[in-house]
């Protein structure tokens, strides 16, 4: 008995994270590569000597359109952190939404 309820307790913890990403209109799959999409480009700035990855946020929608915001220190870093972000694979777009503070 103790372990028929644990077992529906864990099932129930593990099943509730997938009912909210149904909620929100996209599918569980959909949301892991959108995910999968924003840790590439963020990887990509990390890698890169211009861009700042931490002054940079990065969201992907279901349709594989990157958002970039944030600050850049110049034109060039914005520049390059777009193109960072349209090279990476399932990025359809890019909006540069970025801020240069000079």
Known sequence: ???????????SALTL???GFAADGDSFGTKVED????TKVKA???KDKVVSATDIKVET??????QLSGTAKSNK???????????VKGVTAVKNDIVVVE
């Open 77 to 87: 870093e914005a520049e390059k952190a777009a193109l960072l972000a349209k090279n």
């Open 44 to 46: 990509a700035f990390a």
């Open 35 to 38: 995910s999968v999409i924003t």
């Open 61 to 66: 929608d279901s349709d594989g359109l990157v």
């Open 17 to 19: 994270p997938m009912a």
């Open 1 to 11: 008995m103790k372990n028929t309820i644990k077992s529906l307790l864990l099932v």
